[in-house]
C-alpha cells in the first residue's frame, strides 16, 4: 500500500494567516492527489482533486500543488469556517488511502 | 444535485455481518464509482473498496476477506456487507461517489479520480 504522510499533525493559527499542509507518498503518484476538509461530526468535504485543481463552489483561497511525492496545501487567508481537519489521499492505485490528517485549531 | 443516504443498524454484535445500504438520488448509479469508507472514532479515514456501475469491485487487502460491496441499478442503491465483526469494526461508515477525470499532462493523457459526494455517514457500534 502506498502510505501517505502528513505533516504538520496539528498547528495553530489565527484569522488571516497563511497556512501550508505538506503530504508525502511514499511513492511517486504522479499527480493523483486530492485534499479533503472535514469538520466534526461531517463528511469529508472534496477540495482539491488532481493536486491543484479546485472543486466548484471551494473558495480560491485554497490551493493545492505537487507531483511526486511531494504536496502542499495552501490556505492563503485562514477564515473561521477553516478551522477543520485536512486529509490528503491518493488515487494513483489501490488500496485508495489517506494521509493521518491534519488538525487546524485557533490559537 | 446528486446525494448519497446511507442506511442500516446502529448496532451489531461480534461475529456477525454489518449490512449498510447507501441510497444514491437526483442522479443515475449507472455511472461512477461507488465507494464505501470508513472512520473509527477519533480517528482517520480508511477505504474499504468500490463497485463500478458495471459491477466490478475492488477491495482493501487489508478487508478483502470479509467485505461484499454489490449494486442494485433498479433501486438506485449499493450495498456493503462486512462479516465476523469485532469491536475494531465500529466507526463511522460513508458511502461516496468516485469520479473520474482526463486532461493532458506533459503531453500525455493523464487519469485521475475523486470523491466529489459523500453522505452524511452513519455510525455502527459492534458490541
Known amino acids: 500500500d502506498i502510505q501517505m504522510t502528513q505533516s504538520p499533525s496539528s498547528l495553530s493559527a489565527s484569522v488571516g494567516d497563511r497556512v501550508t499542509i505538506s503530504c508525502r507518498a511514499s511513492?511517486?503518484?504522479?499527480?493523483?492527489v486530492n485534499w479533503y476538509q472535514q469538520k466534526a461530526g461531517k463528511a469529508p468535504k472534496l477540495l482539491i482533486y488532481?493536486?491543484?485543481s479546485l472543486q466548484s463552489g471551494v473558495p480560491s483561497r485554497f490551493s493545492g500543488s505537487g507531483s511526486g511525492t511531494d504536496f502542499t496545501l495552501t490556505i492563503g487567508s485562514l477564515q473561521p469556517e477553516d478551522f477543520a481537519t485536512y486529509y490528503c489521499?491518493?488515487?494513483?492505485?489501490?488500496?485508495?488511502?489517506f494521509g493521518q490528517g491534519t488538525k487546524v485549531e485557533l490559537k | 444535485q446528486v446525494q448519497l443516504q446511507e442506511s442500516g443498524p446502529g448496532l451489531v454484535k461480534p461475529s456477525e455481518t454489518l449490512s449498510l445500504t447507501c441510497t444514491v438520488s437526483?442522479?443515475?448509479?449507472?455511472?461512477?464509482?461507488w465507494s464505501w469508507i470508513r472512520q473509527p472514532p477519533g480517528k482517520g479515514l480508511e477505504w474499504i473498496g468500490y463497485?463500478?456501475?458495471?459491477?466490478?469491485?475492488s477491495y482493501n487487502p487489508s478487508l478483502k476477506s470479509r467485505v461484499t460491496i454489490s449494486l442494485d441499478t433498479s433501486k438506485n442503491q449499493f450495498s456493503l456487507r462486512l462479516s465476523s465483526v469485532t469491536a475494531a469494526d465500529t466507526a463511522v461508515y460513508y458511502c461516496?461517489?468516485?469520479?473520474?477525470?482526463?486532461?493532458?499532462?506533459?503531453?500525455?493523457?493523464?487519469?485521475?479520480?475523486?470523491?466529489?459526494?459523500w453522505g452524511k455517514g452513519t455510525t455502527v457500534t459492534v458490541s
Open positions: 511513492q511517486s503518484i504522479s499527480r493523483s
Open positions: 437526483g442522479g443515475s448509479i449507472s455511472s461512477y464509482y
Open positions: 488532481v493536486a491543484s
Open positions: 489521499q491518493q488515487t494513483y492505485t489501490i488500496p485508495r488511502t
Open positions: 461516496a461517489r468516485e469520479t473520474s477525470g482526463g486532461e493532458l499532462w506533459r503531453r500525455t493523457p493523464y487519469y485521475y479520480y475523486y470523491m466529489d459526494v
Open positions: 463497485i463500478s456501475y458495471s459491477g466490478t469491485t
